[in-house]
T-cell receptor, first 112, second 113 residues
């Protein structure tokens, strides 16, 4: 069964600090991996997409990494801001399915 | 260009009542999805439509029906609402089913008493 596990479940950091969120998956065959950001009360929005051949991809202060061999991804947030407070969801698509597999998300709170 | 729109934003129902959640997208996407999101559970797929004219069950379809009215619109119907259906419902669309980025609507917060 395809699964996506995210850790930690929740995280509290101070403004200006860096943090890293983890995503482990067992989806096969692998097609791509996305990180979504979901602000409170809103729908998720895609941050990055990574395919099998990509190791690192950046989107401003967000940097995603992918290790396809160990089936792990991370999302690193640099110099956090209050607006980074949100849930971050890892989603893995399989080449053999119409339905991507969602992780349960990591809830990030950035305190001033 | 509104993206994905959902109506209503909020709804309170009594057990046994029925209602339809509406979703429309203006991005000419082929695929549309309905999810529910509960605390600690993440997003769970209820039904999806890979293309106009087709619908399929997702992970949690019981108690729901869907209609892909046309390429733009995908509705979700609760025939006899139950308290267990209290949740936030999100509609999403993507150019193609599966590997493409999904674009989500703002959600409908439903409470069943």
């Amino acid at each position: 069964k395809n699964q996506v596990e995210q850790s930690p479940q929740s995280l509290i950091i101070l403004e200006g600090k860096n943090c890293t969120l983890q995503c482990n998956y067992t989806v096969s065959p692998f097609s791509n991996l996305r990180w979504y950001k979901q602000d409170t009360g809103r729908g998720p929005v895609s941050l990055t997409i990574m395919t099998f051949s990509e190791n690192t991809k950046s989107n401003g202060r967000y940097t995603a990494t992918l290790d396809a061999d160990t089936k792990q991804s991370s999302l690193h947030i640099t110099a956090s801001q209050l607006s980074d407070s949100a849930s971050y969801i890892c989603v893995v698509s399989s080449g053999g399915s119409y339905i991507p597999t969602f992780g349960r998300g990591t809830s990030l709170i950035v305190h001033p | 260009n509104a993206g994905v729109t959902q109506t209503p934003k909020f709804q309170v129902l009594k057990t046994g009542q029925s209602m339809t959640l509406q979703c429309a997208q203006d991005m000419n996407h082929n695929s549309m999805y309905w999810y529910r999101q509960d605390p600690g559970m993440g997003l769970r797929l209820i039904y999806y439509s890979a293309s106009e004219g087709t619908t399929d069950k997702g992970e949690v379809p019981n108690g729901y029906n869907v209609s892909r009215l046309n390429k733009r619109e995908f509705s979700l119907r609760l025939e006899s609402a139950a308290p267990s259906q209290t949740s936030v419902y999100f509609c999403a669309s993507s150019s193609l089913a599966g590997a493409d980025t999904q674009y989500f609507g703002p959600g409908t917060r439903l409470t069943v008493l």
